[in-house]
């Protein structure tokens, strides 16, 4: 017989652990629950037939407020096949890519489970599941929740599918469900949208192609650029590989295969006119967000962007009103539109025709001319220059310690102690490289990275102000809003915000605002732009009718600019000319006109966008500039007159006298010279024109 003691009471640490058999009872209250939540998930989830997975998750972007829809992404491309109608090597092709024991296997792994779930915690790919049975129960819960709740209804219906249906109809439903890409949710749409051909027409190259890009389309898609093409050459070597591991493709045959020809996708009507450009802009920034994909185009995501209606329709009438005349072969005009202090974009451009000019000129670098000036004058503000100090402005002027000769426009002196107020009004070249000579170029690319210009392919050199780095009219655009938000700089964004099908806030934009110049400094730099409108190349602007700044270009005739603002909008409008043998063809002689410039039309589609953008919107003045403090006068650096091109003279002299524009330019040209063709050096730029795509 055996006498129970009393048990003594737990002392110290060991009054606040259970007992074993605390412990033991806990487990099994535990396995109990869980058992009985599994039950009762397992029956209250049903098995969706594949033409039961919603066509509605279609991703729908809109304009800013949200209510206007400006288009959509992919709209849900499925055509259901049978499975006979696949060829064998096709099917074999996605097993060989996607689960090689699929018809062994129970339709789960368990270590797929476990590496899909963290992946989905930790934000990885939401493609996470390794049999094709997992794969097909994760699209039939297509949301952009990453909860261990989705991970376990979707273990569940992996495991009612492999016991409810047949091998062949869970390979049949899983061909007609996943996404290929390109908007295609099976493999009939993929096949029309990766060949032009219906899937029974596939060879085995083009069915390992579309088994290729499962994995990850957007990064096996050879039609988004170098590095997926070869991703793609390196999937299909391995799906290639496994067919013939696996004894489905003779290994003869496949010595020799290689990736077919992928045709680029075809684009619907919706990307016709400029909606393809804001479409395409948008899709990229959601991809940077983080956004696969599969979820831009079929995820039923709700994009609220920063594009204005009223914005957006005004920049496509100024273009097409004062678009240039003939000949006007190859000319191709940009526009962006940026909000200071926001770094919305409320407008943009990008050629007349997204179908037949897919290359947007909105976002394409190219050379900005006496447009980068700005970013000078603000260096040299900031770095204790004053508007009333004086440089050099004959021409030509010698680059000391260099045998570069730098010019004017037409080659128009403006004699050795020009003011830099007055430098910058007429864009005289020579004055700004004397000032980059001084102060240090180094200065001026600073000011223009703090503004929110990308400096890194830009050398720091003399006549670095002339602007021949290439600069896009989106990023001008946002750079100049830095001023006219008194210093504040934002970096230009669309996707303002981004909503599940349900409703569910999945983003929301909250840019960072920078202070890149003090008040004083960004407030001088808009009086000095400001006197270009009123007095200077930019006086084409002054149609506007309110207070506006801004700054001309030219790139030696191959590129003309013009980039201005007033406190509610920044714009820039850029121009230049691709010829089928020539890319950077000439844009003089352009409706007529010797010489183009940016102060011709240019400045008209400026200002016939802002004057309509801002038609209704309150005249808001300028804030205040700080007055012009002479801090020195620096002795302008000599020119010599003996290399002098042209009969100008180069002794000191007063302002040149402006000479009238030719009577069938529509405004005046970028200085105040005569029309004579520009020199190398002259009019704000130098050196050879290479696009940024």
Known sequence: MRIDYPRRAFSGWRRFVPSWRQWLSLCMVGVVLAVSGFAALYVAVDVPAPNELSTAQTSVVYYAGGKQELGRFAEVDRTLVPLSDVPESVRYAVLAAEDRGFYENSGISPTGILRAAWNNISGGDTQGASTITQQYARNAYLTQDRTWKRKIKETILAIKLNRELSKDQILEDYLNTIYFGRGAYGIQAASQAYFRKDVDQLSVAEGAVLAAVIRSPSAYDPAEG?????????????????????????????ADMKVPHV??????????????YLLYYVRDELKSLGFSGQEIDGGGLRITTTFDPKAQKAAEEAVKANFPTEPNDGVQAGLASVEPGTGRIVAMYGGKNFLKHPFNNATAAFPVGSSFKAFTLAGAIDDGYSLTDTFAGNSPFLIPGTTHEVNNQGYASYGDQISLLTATEDSVNTAFVDLCVQMGPEKALAAAKAAGVDTSGIEPTANVTLGFGDISPLDMAGAYSTFAAEGKQVDPFSVLEVRSASGELLYQADPSVRDAFTPDVANEV???????????????????????????????????????????????????????????????GVAGMPVFTGAGYPTQIWTAYMRLALEGEPIEPFPPAPAPVVTYSPTPTPTPTTKSPSPTPTTSSPKPTKTPSPTESPSPTETSSSPTPEPPGGGGGGGARAFRR
Not at 263 to 276: E, H, I, L, T, V
């Open 226 to 254: 170098k590095d997926a093409k070869q991703a793609l050459e390196n999937r299909f070597n391995y799906v290639i590989d496994g067919m013939v591991e696996q004894g489905w493709l003779d290994a003869s045959e496949a």
């Open 263 to 276: 045709p680029k996708p075809q684009q619907g009507n919706q990307y016709a006119g400029q909606n393809g």
């Open 526 to 588: 808009t009086y000095a732009l400001s006197q270009v409108v009123a007095a200077g190349t930019g006086v084409a602007a002054q149609g506007l009718g309110r207070p506006a700044a801004g700054k001309t270009g030219n790139n030696e005739g191959t590129t003309a600019w013009f980039v201005g603002y007033t406190p509610q909008l920044s714009t820039a409008v850029g121009f230049y000319r691709d010829l089928p043998d020539d890319p950077q063809a000439p844009l003089n």
